[in-house]
Structure formats: C-alpha cells, structure tokens
C-alpha cells in the first residue's frame, strides 16, 4: 500500500507511514516510528527506505526486512525501467510531460503538512522549538549534503544535556555485533576494486562499474533523494566547456545521459510513489541502452541494487543494538532534539523546494490547497495526486 501511494518524496513519506503503519495497522507506536526516523536520517542512505527496514526489521527479523525492502522498492524501480527503455519512443513522438507540471508544487503541500504534522504531535517543550527554528533556518542557508547528520548531531547533543528528566530504566549491556557493518565495507572496497581493475576492459563489465557508482553514491548522501539529484548529475551529465550544448559524459567511454535525458527521468521520479532514489534505475537504464532491452534492464537493476544496498547494512548494524542503547537516559534525552531537528528540516525542504517554481498564482493556489485538504479533509493521498494529474491533463 506504500509504496503505491506514498507520495511527495522522503519528507512527505513519514505521514504516509504514520497514517498506514500507526493508526491503521498499529504496527508500533508513534514514538516508535520517530524514533527509527531519528535514527535513519543520521545515516547515509534512503532516509525513508531504512526507516521502512528497520521496521519490518523491528517487527519480523532479517527476512521480513529484506522483503520490505523488495516490496517498497520494486514498483518505483520497475516503472523508472519502463520509462528508461521507452524514452527514445517518447522522444520520437515529441509526447510532453506538461500534464505533470502540479505535481511539484502539490508535493511541497505534501511535505509541508509532514512538517506540519510532526511538529504538532512530538514538538511540546521550548527547547524543542527552539531547536527545529535553530535546524530550519540552519538546513536553508547552507543546502550541503553533509549538514543534515550535523544539524541532527548537535540537536541531539543539546537536548541530551536534559538527561536528568529522564526516568532511570535499568541498563542492559551493549552487544554490537559487527557482521553487517564488516559487510557493508566489505562491498565498498570490493567494488571499488572491482571498478579500478575493469575500467580498461571490454564494455561487457559495464554493470560492474554502475553498481561501484551507485554503492558509493549510496554510502555517502545524506538527506534523501532531493541531495542524490545533484550529486548524479555531476556524475553522469557533463556541460562541454568550448560548446554551449550538454553532451554526455564519458565514463570508462560509456555514454550516460544528456542534460534533458536526466531532467525528464528526475521529473518522472518526482510524480511517482515510493523512493525518490529509484532515479537510479532510470540512469542505470539509459547508460546501458545500446546493449538493448537485456541491457537496459540489467543496467537499471545493478544501479538499484548499488543505491539501496549501502543503507539497508547499516540499519541492520544500528538497530540491533539500538534497544539497549536508548536505555541510557542522555541517548533518550537526545532524540527529543534530534526529532525537532527533523521537522525542523523538513520545514526548509519544503520552501526549498518551492523556490525553484515559478511565483505563479497557480503554483502558490496547488500548494496551500494540497496542505489544507490533507490537514482537513480526509481525501486520501493518491485521490489529490490523481485529481493533480487529471487538472494537468485538462489545463
């Protein structure tokens, strides 16, 4: 059900698992839910992806965490395949994809509600206002990668000097267990390895190199899909610098995309349900298109495979030992700022976000009008996204 309906990227995902994992199922509590957020935005990763992990991690073990991972994945994957292999087709019959242009601004009402939300139902002591004004403002004024896990870092590290409010609970004796935190560098090294020693042989090793890109990509953002975009464009797309033209570039003389190939896959990504990282699938698609249909999709599947393995060890390596952890009173302390923190970031997302839209009257009616249906009327998620599209279709 997620992951067919779960719009507006990984800030907007926590309401969407809030109202089906929470209130509908009762699969854990609320507190439970914002703390493996918590939890996972201070990882690299796909923030929404893990939390999804560590749940089905939370409630059935190993298996049913790998198999959570499959289904939240799989349909946001396969459809950015799908396009990938039919963007020459779409090209050629100059199809637009101007039907799509509300969904931007209605994912920043999507998001803004999430901020909205959070901060209502976790955010009830001074310190922890102050602390998500002090990360919005912060999180907006530098927009790098690596100040999410320091902006969550120092929130958490104030709020825990309140340690003494908390109720002493009996400690239990930390047993880390190393097996997935071995294997995640374990990958990282073998692929780089594998990357270097294949780079001056045939092209056949193609999808070798695009899973090393990819686990290493996915090994170091911080913040979601919003910061993996820019990161692959430098990546993937480069801007000629005797020409005015974008050509691609050349990666071990494999052609990957083009500056309008990428914009069109990234604006696909941003009107589907589910991860934003699978714009991975799409690229890893296209950069394997002249090895044909076979190609294409074992290009899309070792680039997805790349990008969400890396986050998927590292939860598992956190949430084993993280129920005794939190048993300290200065780590439970800490997750009231490092919650504030949160909402506090998804706030900035969400005027970052809109900046880049055209003040249009439009824009600004698409964006208030999708936060007040969603905090006042109880028309599910996938309805405003629908009704979204069919008014682009229409207009």
Request: hydrophobic share 50%.
């Amino acid at each position: 059900m997620l992951a067919v309906t779960s719009f507006g990227g990984p800030q907007a995902h926590l309401a969407h698992f809030h109202k089906i994992l929470v209130t509908k199922r009762n699969y854990l509590s609320e507190a439970d839910l914002m703390e493996l957020n918590s939890l996972c935005q201070i990882l690299p990763g796909p923030s929404s992806t893990q939390t999804l992990v560590a749940v089905g991690f939370k409630i059935g073990g190993t298996s049913l965490a790998y198999l959570t991972l499959l289904v939240w994945t799989l349909p946001s994957v396969i459809f950015m395949t799908i396009m990938a292999i039919s963007l020459f087709d779409i090209e050629q019959k100059n199809w637009s994809l101007e039907f799509t242009r509300f969904i931007q601004p209605m994912a920043v009402g999507f998001i803004s509600y999430a901020a909205y939300s959070i901060s209502v139902k976790t955010i009830n002591t001074k310190t922890g206002i102050s602390l998500m004004i002090m990360a919005a403002v912060t999180s907006y004024f530098i927009q790098t990668p690596f100040v999410f896990p320091a902006i969550l870092f120092v929130a958490g590290l104030i709020s825990a000097l309140k340690y003494r409010a908390q109720p002493k609970e009996e400690k239990k004796k930390i047993s880390i267990r190393w097996t997935s935190l071995i294997l995640w560098a374990g990958v990282l090294v073998f692929a780089a390895l594998m990357g270097w020693a294949t780079k001056k042989v045939p092209e056949v090793t193609r999808p070798i190199r695009l899973f090393e890109n990819f686990y290493r990509n996915g090994s170091l953002v911080f913040g979601g899909g919003q910061v993996l975009a820019p990161m692959l464009y430098t990546e993937f797309v480069k801007k000629d610098s005797t020409e005015e033209h974008v050509r691609p570039v050349e990666f071990s003389k494999k052609p990957f995309l083009n500056h309008d190939e990428f914009l069109t896959g990234y604006a696909i990504v941003q009107t589907l349900p589910g991860p934003v990282f699978a714009f991975s699938a799409f690229i890893g698609s296209l950069s394997m298109r002249e090895y044909g249909t076979f190609g294409e999709i074992m290009g899309a599947f070792m680039s997805a495979l790349g990008i969400f393995l890396p986050g998927t060890f590292l939860i598992f390596f956190v949430i084993r030992f993280w129920d005794s952890l939190k048993k300290y009173r200065a780590i439970r302390a800490s997750l009231e700022g490092i919650t504030a923190a949160s909402a506090g970031l998804i706030a900035a997302s969400a005027v970052i976000l809109f900046q880049p839209l055209d003040n249009t009257v439009m824009n600004f009616a698409f964006t208030i009008g999708t936060f007040c249906m969603l905090a006042f009327t109880r028309v599910p998620a996938p309805y405003i996204i629908l009704g979204g599209l069919a008014l682009g279709l229409l207009l």
